[in-house]
C-alpha cells in the first residue's frame, strides 16, 4: 500500500534537506582569526603649548585600508597574514594610536579625534603610504616598514602651516605573529614621535 505525503510536507522537507546541504557547503574549520591592537610606548610629555588639536581620520593607501596585517614580498607582491587582523581597519588603529601619542607626549593643550565634540584651533592629517611586513628575499624575519605623510593646519581658514614626512623600520626577531606584531608597535611609536615632535614644534613657534 503506498502512502500519500501531502505536498506542503514535502517542501518542508525538501527546504530542510536543503538548508542542510547548504550548510555543509559552507561550513568551514578554518580557525578565528586573532585580533591584535597596538599600544603607544610609555613617555613624559614635551614642554607645555597652549594649543588644542584635532587628529582627522588618517588616508589610507589602497591595499593597506583594511583590518588585514599586510604583508610584502620581495617580488612586490601584497598579501596578507591569514589569521590575524587588526583591532579595527587601519584608519581607526592609526588615527587611535596618533591621539593616544600626542596625549602622552606632546604637551598639547587637548587631543581629540575630530568626533570630538570639543573644537581645536588645529588639525593633523596623516596619510598612511606604508604599513607592511616586508619580507627581503632569502631573510626569514621581516622587517616591519612603517611611512605617514602628515599635514598640520589651522581649523579658522583651513590653511596649511607645515608637512611632515616619517618613516621608520623595525626589523622582527622571529618569525612569529607576536614578534612581527611587535616590530609594527615599535615602527608606528617611532614614526609617530616624529609626527609628535614636528607638531610640537611648530605649534610651540606661534605666538
Same mark, same amino acid.
Given at each position: ?12 522537507? =525538501? $527546504? ?15 580557525? %578565528? ?13 614635551? $614642554? ?6 584635532? *587628529? ?9 585600508? =583594511? @583590518?588585514? +596585517? ?25 588615527? @587611535? ?6 596625549? =602622552? !607626549? ?8 575630530? %568626533? ?9 592629517? +596623516? ?11 632569502? @631573510?626569514?624575519?621581516?622587517?616591519? !616598514?612603517? !611611512? ?11 590653511? *596649511? ?11 622582527? =626577531? ?8 611587535? $616590530? ?24
Amino acid at each position: 500500500m503506498s502512502v500519500r505525503i501531502p505536498v506542503g510536507r514535502v517542501c518542508i522537507l =525538501t $527546504a530542510a534537506m536543503s538548508l542542510a546541504a547548504c550548510g555543509s557547503l559552507f561550513s568551514s574549520k578554518a580557525p %578565528a582569526p586573532s585580533l591584535y591592537l597596538l599600544s603607544v610606548s610609555p613617555g613624559q610629555p614635551g $614642554a607645555a603649548v597652549a594649543a588644542d588639536l584635532s *587628529i582627522l581620520r588618517p588616508q589610507v593607501r589602497s591595499g593597506l585600508d =583594511t @583590518d588585514r +596585517i599586510a604583508v610584502l614580498y620581495a617580488d612586490r607582491r601584497l598579501d596578507y597574514y591569514a589569521v590575524a587582523r587588526w583591532s579595527a581597519p587601519l584608519d581607526e588603529v592609526v588615527q @587611535d594610536l596618533a591621539v593616544q601619542s600626542f596625549r =602622552t !607626549h606632546a604637551g598639547l593643550r587637548s587631543v581629540n579625534s575630530e %568626533a570630538s565634540p570639543f573644537s581645536a584651533g588645529y588639525w593633523l592629517q +596623516i596619510e598612511v603610504t606604508d604599513f607592511q611586513a616586508e619580507y627581503a628575499a632569502g @631573510d626569514a624575519n621581516p622587517t616591519v !616598514h612603517v !611611512h605617514f605623510s602628515a599635514t598640520l593646519g589651522k581649523a579658522s581658514d583651513r590653511r *596649511i602651516l607645515d608637512r611632515f614626512e616619517a618613516n621608520a623600520t623595525q626589523r622582527a =626577531t622571529d618569525n612569529r605573529l607576536t614578534a612581527i606584531v611587535g $616590530a609594527y608597535e615599535q615602527a608606528a611609536n617611532l614614526a609617530l614621535s616624529d609626527v609628535v615632535a614636528d607638531t610640537a614644534r611648530v605649534l610651540g613657534a606661534r605666538p
